[in-house]
Each structure stands twice: as C-alpha cells, then as structure tokens.
C-alpha cells in the first residue's frame, strides 16, 4: 500500500469538518430526538456515554496499516450490535439451540410474545432480515416506537416487509436470551471476544427494565442498539478483532470460532432487501448478486463502521464520521492499494 496515500485517508477520516453532527454529550441528545417521535414517550432506558473524538483503523493482510485517534476508547456503537447480536445466532444454530432459521419463534420461546396469530408466524429468518413485522410492546416501548410518521401503519406479512425497526431486533435479542439461558454478554464473551484476545473493556447494556427471570436466575435482556440507551460500548480496536475474524472466514488462530456456514449465509442478500443479509449491510457480489457478499459492513448512528473487503482482504473501522463522507474516505483507501 501506498504510505502516503494512506495518510491521506487517515487524514480524510480525522478532519473535524468531516465529523458526524451528532454532540459529544449522546444521552440528552438521544432523549430530545426520541421525544419527538410520535409514539415514543422519549425516555431513554439504558446507560449512554459522552463519545470521544474521530477514530479509527485500517487493516490490510491482518496488520494495522493506518490508524489515527484514540482506538482503545470505548464509545457507544449503536447499531454496530446488531451484528454481535446476529452472531450469536449462527453460534446458537451450531449447537442445536436453533434447529433450522426458518423455524418459527413461537416453537423456542414461550413468554407471550409469539401468541398472537400474525406474531405466531414469525421465524428465525424474518427477525435476522429484519423482516418479521412483529407487533406489540417491549420494554415499555411500541413496536412503532420511534419511527417518524404520525400514523401507526398495519403489518404486512411477516417476511414481505423490511423495516429497520429497533423495538423488533430487542424482541429477537430476548428470544435468544431465552435459547441460550444465560445473559448474551456472557455467551459473547466467552464465544468470541476471549478467543479474539480482544480487550476486556467492552461492555453490552439493556435496559433499566428489561430484566427477567430464566430457570429461576435474574438476568438482562440487553439491547440490538443505543436508539434508547444500551447497546455495546466498545472500542475500534475490539470492532477491528471481530472484523477480521469475519474476513478470516471465522477462523483464528487455527480455531473455529465461527461456522463458515454462518458467515456465507448472513451475507446472503436479503429475500425483501438485497442490500441486508442477517443483520450485516451488503455490497453485490460482483460475480453473482444472489451470492454472498465479498463486501460488507456492520453499521451504527453516529458513523460507526466496520467495513469488510474480502477480496482487497481489508478491514476498516471508523468511528463519528460522518456517513456521507465515507465513501470520500473509502475512494481514498482504495487509491492507497498497489496490488
């Protein structure tokens, strides 16, 4: 790679012009936005975090080839989660806690939640797509919660409509909780994040209320995101870990971590939105747009990013950049490439 090229897109992505517009200060930030929303009572249920300043790194072949800011900082991620979160299934059908995606809900998960004859209809693959439609409170926060129209608009059938709906990806996040019978964070850890070597610092938070009691222990359901506090707080570093043991085909250090039948299907274009796989963001294969994705990516508000290039076998993570700007810095990244 071309050093001073390379330069220039660390520079690029660490301009203060080029910084999301979105305040240091996060939590009465997300409260006001929240507030006016139109079913949204705007209280904000999960610990939030001041953000530091622009960060980020470039890994190419497995090395840091570029990195700039502070990339141990452990900031809020927002919807960078999601794609924790959907790992945790692929772990979950490896050990037969999930019997096939295409199962309903409803047959692993008896709290109510599935009762309903539309929610009843609900599989694994539609709440990975965020195609499920599911309808009802969580958490104190409707369905619809949120989500800027004035008018609560009737569910389509589950698997025909895709929504980036943050009250549906909690309902999924219990319903793993109740496969795996033991807090989310603790199977991550010891799953993925240990074997990674990646930093102890992150943290994974649900909600004030969202606590509920399996096989008679008290744990929390955490959250898919910050959109009402919560989430992952983590490091670039860590997010450059789990990044590369992806592009790595879920393999590290000569381990297994996660099944390579995992990775190929949550890249798969989405039935409903081709540009979604199992909670990971698609670039077409250029090959096959019905094939996995060589490119893809985990994003969160704020310009969080990890961005996954199989074929340039290169890793990026950036983060409060903001998201018009990245594919300025991208263009900058590829220009740096010689071979």
Do not use: C
């Amino acid at each position: 790679m071309d050093s001073r090229l390379l330069e220039e897109a660390a520079a690029f992505a660490s301009d203060p012009e080029h910084e999301t517009s979105r305040p240091v200060d996060l939590g009465p930030f997300l409260a006001t936005v929240r507030s006016k929303n139109y079913h949204d009572d705007g209280e904000i249920l999960g610990p939030t975090k001041p953000r530091g300043g622009m960060n980020g790194l470039i890994l190419r072949h497995g090395y840091i080839v570029a990195e700039w800011g502070d990339t141990r900082r452990v900031d809020m991620t927002f919807s960078v989660t999601k794609s924790y979160l959907s790992t945790l299934a692929g772990l979950a059908l490896e050990r037969g806690l999930i019997r096939d995606v295409h199962d309903r809900l409803g047959d692993y998960v008896d709290d109510g939640g599935y009762d309903a004859p539309h929610n009843a209809k609900i599989t694994w693959h539609h709440s990975l797509q965020q195609t499920s439609e599911w309808v009802g409170t969580l958490w104190g926060k409707h369905h619809f919660a949120g989500r800027d129209e004035t008018k609560v608009r009737e569910p389509e059938e589950p698997g025909t409509f895709f929504e980036y709906n943050d009250a549906r990806v909690n309902r999924f996040a219990l319903s793993l909780l109740h496969v795996w019978r033991r807090p989310l964070p603790q199977v991550l850890k010891e799953l993925v994040m240990d074997p990674l070597d990646a930093s102890p610092t992150w943290r994974w938070y649900g909600y004030r209320n969202s606590w509920v009691t399996i096989d008679g222990l008290r744990m929390q359901s955490v959250s898919g995101g910050g959109h009402w506090g919560g989430g992952m707080q983590i490091s670039t570093r860590a997010h450059a870990r789990f990044g590369l043991l992806f592009l790595r085909r879920g393999k590290w250090k000569g381990r297994q971590i996660v099944p390579e039948s995992w990775i190929d299907v949550a890249m798969t274009p989405g039935d409903v939105n081709p540009s979604y796989g199992y909670m990971w963001w698609l670039d077409p294969n250029p090959r096959d747009p019905k094939e996995p994705a060589t490119v893809y990516s985990a994003r969160g508000a704020g310009g969080n990013r990890i961005w996954v290039d199989t074929e340039k076998d290169l890793v990026v993570v950036v983060r409060w950049l903001a998201a018009d700007r990245f594919e300025g810095f991208l263009k900058r990244v590829m220009k740096a490439i010689r071979t």
